[in-house]
Structures are given as C-alpha cells and as structure tokens.
C-alpha cells in the first residue's frame, strides 16, 4: 500500500483516508477499501477485504503446493516459531547471518546472508518465493521488505512498515508518543555529544541511555551521576547494530514492575494473554513469570494502551508490548511486532504459547479463548566464554516436578550468551521463580 498524496491506495485504486479504520483482516487502511487476495497456490491471505473471512488452505511441505514460511532470524524464538509452523504442516525456511543458528536445526532449509544487505534479501526472497516471510530479529535491511510488500504483494508479518518502524526506538517511541498521545516516560534523541550532554540536563538524572537501535540490552546503560555521562555516549556508540549513531536519552519512571502484555492480532480480532512480569540486567532478560499481580484498572490501561500502538501497527501476529507500571499508571516503553524473549515462559504457563499463538494468527487461522495454566516462571541459562558449550546438571534441573528445559543450540558462544531457559510451575509465583532458579543453578557449563 503505497502513499499517494492525500490519502493511502489499496490494491482496488481506492483512495483512503488518512486515519480511516484498519481493516480488520490484514491491518492495513480503511475499511471498505480492500479486495480479497489469496494465494493461488496456498489460499493464505496476501491482502482481503474485511467482508469475510475465508477459509485457510494449507499445502504440504516440499511439494508444488507447499505453504511457504519464510523467517528472517533464526534464533531460539524463531525455532520455536518454526516448530509450531510445521505442525500445521508449513514449509519453513530460516535465514541468519551465521550458519546453524537454532532455527536452521529445526527447518526445511536454510540460508547464511547479511540481512541488512537489500540485494541479498531480494536475491533470497526471489529464488524461496514465500508465502510470508516472519522478521524474527531487528537486524534486517527493512525499507526493501517495505518496497517488497509495495511493489510485489510480498506479505510480512505483521506488515513491513511494523518491521520499520520497530526495528528502532525513534520510530515507535514517536509513533506511541506524538501520533498515538500514548504516555511514555519523558525522551530526547540525540546525534553529538554536545547535544547528548544538553538531553541529559534536560530530561534529568538519573537517565537511561540506549542506541536507538540495539538489542538485548547492547550499548545500554544508566547515567546517575555527572561522571557517568561521558562513558555513557562511548558505551552506546559501540552497542548499535549499525555502529555509531543515533541516541535517546530517557528520563526514569518511578514505576513498581514492569510487563509484557502478550497481544495477538488474529482473524476475529484482538486478544490478550495474561500479564507478564520480568526482571533485566543490563536491558536483557533474565527472569519472567505470569501472571503478573495488578490492579483491574492498570490491566484495563494496558490493554488499551496495547491495542492502540498494534491497531496503528497492523497486520496479524503477536507482539510483545512492554509497560511500566506504579499502582493504577501504566506507561508505554517499547513493543515487537513478533514473539518475545520474556514470554518464554508462555511454553509451561499457557495451552497456547506464544509461537503457538503467532503461528495461529499469521495463518489467518482461529485464536480460541487463551487459558492461563497458573503460576509459571522462566529462568534464563546464561553462558560466559568462548567456544562450543556442553551441558551438564541436566539431571538435577530436570528433577523437580513440573519443570522443564529448553536448550536453544546455538552453535557457538563469544562472550556473554543466553543458551537456554528452564521454566516452572508452581502453587505460588514464588515458587514457581525459586523453582525455576533452583533449575537453571544446577546447570554447569563446559567447553570444547
């Protein structure tokens, strides 16, 4: 859907209305305004029309007809995705720019690329052919997905312009904030030191700085006092995906926990999961359980708050929406149009994770009422050194009753990684966590 002066054009040449409803099968503007089109070798949904909804054709894999999945990142939460994926039957391919990465081990087929390099996405788009293709990391070169999508009837998950503007914190944080009027904590964006130095004074200590695009909590830290500031602009200039760049400067939000609200776009509409809540060291995960205490009104505000930034998103799928929380406030922070690391847990705590849900919603196929299992905790399995890790202590971990493991397989460690995640039930979220913990501490690690 490509703007076109005043207003956004469908594929019936119908000219829409800015801030016209979406439509509520693909997302995508204004009611009324969009034709059904399907698949003709698959029957999934490329765009449709809100009049109905039709029914999902699914081929089998390594066939003509097969139904094509094409995911972009193929880490620990894109082969959960994939697992789920092919139990519907789907052909999946995985990309990464390392070879073996956890997706790989579980897909049809797989490719190594530089996925911020347009003509290689392209070249890989091209000879795979996808029905979807699922972005499971920000590093991807997205204005080509966007021009993909435009121009050939590419369909991504949720929809290209979700995968750009979350792929940094300007882009959301500006869309949540000045478009939406959502409330967030107080921000500048900054390109020098000068200007750095002047968004510190303005937002006020203590701060939190981050690259506007990083990830896993990478070039990320807290400025308290005056002799942090330095060492925070040098800090932040070396976690960027793209090297040196952009920064935002935030001001703290004195708020009780934080969550991830769970939301699936679908089908039939929007549902919620149960919130979670979690703990970061250094902007990365470290634990998260559900369902997270909080007031009616507070769960009554994130939702809302969750609704509206992936209504303005659009498409079908999962995002991971995480809020700030202090009694019945609630601030938006950040979200990912695609599963999320703290929902880990969703693998014990739900009848249907998270991956289960994504591949539900992104196949146009029903989401049911999401039943909560009861007290659930993640733990992540944390590993620091360098080369190949073994495991051992999976008997201990595996002892308890109701806990389980998953190792993600990543082929190899340089630094610091999260190679696995143990997970638990419980008669309490203290237990649950204690439990969890207790797994993930018997764990050791060695090295080849």
Not at 15 to 43: D, Q
Not at 58 to 87: C, N, S
């Amino acid at each position: 859907m490509a703007d076109s002066g005043s207003g956004r054009r469908c594929s019936a040449a119908a000219v829409v209305p800015r801030g016209a409803p979406a439509c509520s099968r693909c997302g995508r503007g204004g009611a009324g305004s969009h034709t059904l089109r399907v698949s003709t070798r698959t029957g999934c949904i490329v765009s449709s029309s809100p009049a109905a909804v039709p029914s999902v054709t699914l081929g089998t894999p390594l066939t003509p007809d097969a139904t094509r999945v094409l995911l972009l990142g193929a880490g620990e939460l894109g082969k959960e995705v994939a697992i789920e994926l092919q139990r519907f039957g789907v052909e999946v391919i995985a990309a990464d720019r390392y070879a073996d990465a956890p997706a790989m081990q579980v897909a049809h087929r797989s490719h190594v690329l530089d996925m911020l390099d347009p003509e290689a996405l392209r070249a890989l788009v091209a000879e795979e052919m996808p029905d979807l293709v699922v972005p499971e990391i920000e590093a991807l070169h997205t204005q080509t997905l966007v021009e993909l999508e435009r121009d050939e009837g590419l369909r991504v998950i949720p929809t290209a312009r979700a995968a750009r503007l979350t792929m940094d914190r300007e882009g959301i944080r500006r869309l949540a904030a000045e478009t939406l009027g959502l409330p967030t904590s107080p921000y500048r964006f900054v390109d020098t030191p000068d200007d750095f130095r002047a968004a510190v004074a303005a937002v006020g200590l203590p701060c939190v700085v981050k690259p506007v695009m990083s990830s896993s909590g990478k070039g990320q830290s807290v400025v308290r006092g005056e002799g942090d500031i330095e060492g925070a602009w040098d800090y932040a200039q070396t976690g960027g995906r793209a090297g040196k760049g952009r920064v935002i400067v935030e001001g703290f939000v004195d708020f009780d926990y934080e969550i991830t609200l769970l939301t699936v776009r679908h089908r039939d509409g929007t549902a919620f999961c149960a919130p979670i809540g979690h703990t970061q060291v250094d902007g990365d995960y470290r634990e998260s359980w559900q369902p997270q205490p909080m007031s009616d009104l507070a769960l009554e505000r994130a939702q809302a708050i969750a609704a509206a930034v992936t209504a303005e998103l659009g498409g079908f799928g999962l995002f991971g929406v995480e809020l700030f929380v202090k009694g019945d406030q609630v601030w938006f922070s950040e979200v990912s149009p695609r599963p999320h690391d703290t929902g880990l847990v969703t693998l014990v705590s739900q009848d249907l994770s998270e991956f289960a849900l994504h591949a539900r919603a992104i196949l146009g196929l029903p989401v049911p009422a999401i039943r909560q299992l009861g007290a659930s905790a993640s733990c992540a399995l944390l590993a620091e050194g360098n080369g190949v890790p073994v495991f051992r202590g999976l008997e201990q971990a595996l002892a308890a009753p109701d806990t389980a493991l998953r190792l993600f397989g990543k082929p190899r460690v340089e630094g610091r990684r999260r190679v696995g995640v143990t997970l638990a039930r419980g008669a309490d979220l203290e237990s649950a966590r204690a439990a969890a913990r207790d797994a993930a501490a018997a764990i050791a690690i060695d090295w080849n």
